[in-house]
Nanobody
Framework: QVQLVESGGGLVQPGGSLRLSCAAS????????MGWYRQAPGKQRELVAK???????TYIDSVKGRFTISRDNVQKTVYLQMNSLKPEDTAVYYC????????????WGQGTQVTVSS
């Protein structure tokens, strides 16, 4: 059974930092493109960052220079380091895994809430 379990969300003041973790079980993450998505109230879910099996990364413009995605293939964990957080970063953050050899095979975590507020 495949599971993606996110952790690390919470309430933080503007300018603060959080590190999200996504622990995978039941898959080898080296065979997947791993990503972080977010969904704010009333908005569509959007891709925030992704990391390929070769560790190349992609970010949406609004988080470039502030967020860093990384992976630990041994621990089967993907991280999202978020610095200089802004209120507009407030959302539920979801971990996602897309199988390299068949992109229709994908998995989602249950989400973790990030709230940026003073």
């Amino acid at each position: 059974q495949v599971q993606l379990v996110e952790s690390g969300g919470g309430l933080v003041q503007p300018g603060g930092s959080l590190r999200l973790s996504c622990a995978a079980s039941g898959i080898m993450i080296t065979n997947y493109v791993m990503g972080w998505y977010r969904q704010a109230p009333g908005k569509q879910r959007e891709l925030v960052a992704k990391i390929e099996s070769g560790s190349s990364t992609t970010y949406i413009d609004s988080v470039k220079g502030r967020f860093t995605i990384s992976r630990d293939n041994v621990q089967k964990t993907v991280y999202l380091q978020m610095n200089s957080l802004k209120p507009e970063d407030t959302a539920v953050y979801y971990c996602n895994a897309v199988y390299l050899y068949s992109p229709s095979i994908r998995y989602w975590g249950q989400g973790t809430q990030v709230t940026v507020s003073s």
